[in-house]
């Protein structure tokens, strides 16, 4: 089910913003267990894969894998550090209710935690996925304000109807952006750095391609929902995503009516090439399915 094709009525016993209570004495000790098999397995991926200021989140909001956190206890450090507070929401929310709680420093974790016979994937963002990938992250000032401007920048691509667009800068950055580093590339993305296989594979697997990231070439290339990137984009730095997003977004929408999409695993030549992968996963997963 996409995001958009949601009523706009919120799902019974939310509220009107879609919000719901974590009630964080619901959980069960299954519910923490699973939590913790799935942080566990990610704790020992990450060092010397995840970037620092994802790292650095973990540590200052005492991420350590006790479990489900309690989002009032976790708040009470996020928000010291760069105003961003996690709601509780039932799962997908429509576009505009995500801009809006994005736009206002409030980021929308789903509730539930997935099943332990489902550890490996799931359709939907849960706990897990929301709170473990994407809020160390919001600890870091510049992606602090990246979120937020991307936010507001959601409100406008509606309105001009480049809401796909956008959503590619989403998926590129957020869930599966790589950043350039002294020590080598490392992840910031939340799809990756909650997935297993996924943060061996976008770093280190021949297969994807990985290139310098361009705002317009992002926002032309589609992406897959269903597998691993067959591209990575990778930053040179947070500051640059944070300036790229500060820019007025209308002669760029205007500029992409005349360009065309770029196919997942295309190469164009102004693009700046890291890995020219060899796609060899993508043909074996494409045989698979
Ligand atoms: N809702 N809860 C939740 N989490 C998301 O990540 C999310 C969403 N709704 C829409 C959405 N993401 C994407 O369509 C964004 O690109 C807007
Ligand atoms: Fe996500």
Not at 115 to 130: C, G, K, M, T
Not at 169 to 194: K, Q
């Amino acid at each position: 089910m996409s995001a958009d094709s949601l009523a706009c009525a919120p799902p019974g016993g939310a509220r009107a913003d879609w919000t719901i209570d974590q009630d964080w004495a619901a959980y069960t000790a299954e519910d923490h267990r699973v939590w913790i098999t799935l942080y566990e397995r990610q704790a020992a991926l990450l060092p010397g894969r995840a970037c620092a200021p994802f790292l650095n989140g973990l540590d200052a909001l005492d991420l350590h894998g006790q479990g489900i956190p309690d989002f009032d206890r976790m708040n009470e450090r996020l928000a010291a550090l760069t105003g961003w507070r996690v709601v509780a929401v039932p799962g997908l929310v429509p576009d505009e209710v995500f801009f809006d709680h994005l736009a206002n420093r409030r980021f929308p974790a789903g509730r539930f935690i997935r099943r332990a016979d489902q550890l490996d994937y799931l359709q939907e963002p849960d706990v897990f996925h929301d709170v473990f990938g994407h809020v160390p992250m919001l600890t870091d000032p510049v992606f602090a304000d990246y979120m937020q401007a991307y936010g507001e920048g959601g409100r406008r691509a509606m309105s001009l109807g480049r809401l796909h667009n956008l959503a590619r800068l989403y998926w590129y950055t957020v869930e599966f952006g790589l950043l350039d580093t002294p020590e080598g590339l490392r992840i910031y993305g939340a799809g990756i750095v909650s997935s297993r296989g996924e943060s061996a594979f976008s770093l280190e697997d021949p297969s994807p391609n990985r290139l310098g990231f361009d705002l317009m070439r992002v926002m032309r290339t589609p992406y897959r929902i269903d597998d691993y990137q067959q591209v990575y984009f990778v930053l040179p730095s947070l500051q640059r995503l944070l300036d790229d997003t500060l820019q007025d977004f209308g002669p760029i929408y205007r500029r992409l009516d005349g360009l065309e999409d770029v196919g997942f695993a295309d190469i164009l030549p102004d693009d700046r090439v890291i890995t020219r992968g060899s796609q060899a996963y993508a043909s074996t997963s494409a045989a698979r399915s």
